[in-house]
């Protein structure tokens, strides 16, 4: 499947852990803000230069995202520090889109279960779990499946174009 392939049924909510999904390593384990965009390296840098950094096909992705009909973004983190993420995500822009924080409409960031995030999810954005496509890396989340949430577990890699495409294909085969 390619870009231009996309399967018609989508689904309505796309929810992105953020941790070893949309960027390498953890948020909560940098030095923290004032993080800046570093232009040079088309980085986000913490308080003393060091990345938080996206994986490579993260704003294509969101781009992509934008251009379905109907389909929204939702952020489901377990992070600590939560007005950290949000700053990453405020920094990180996809030209004439904005930031990957204006693309999404809702953001669960706490550590609490992604069980608890998803009910939230589901009270605020009134999407049917079974409407709802999931990206984590950690096994321990796939507690969400029971609720009906389709759940795709990554690998070292992150969020990648290719599984993105294959996940959306699978998701569309099985509706
Ligand atoms: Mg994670």
Redesign the pocket.
Known sequence: MTKNNIPSKLPRLIVF?????LWKYEVDCTYGPPFKFDRKNKVVVDCKGNPVELFKDVLEIFALIQTFPGTQIAIASRTTTPDWAAQVLKLYTVNELGSLHSMCSAFEMYDQSKTKHFRRIHQKTHIDYKDMLFF???PMNLCVEPLGVSVVMLDYDGMTMEVFLKSLQLYAENR
Do not use: G, I, R, Y
């Open positions: 852990d953020l941790d070893d999904t984590d890396d950690n």
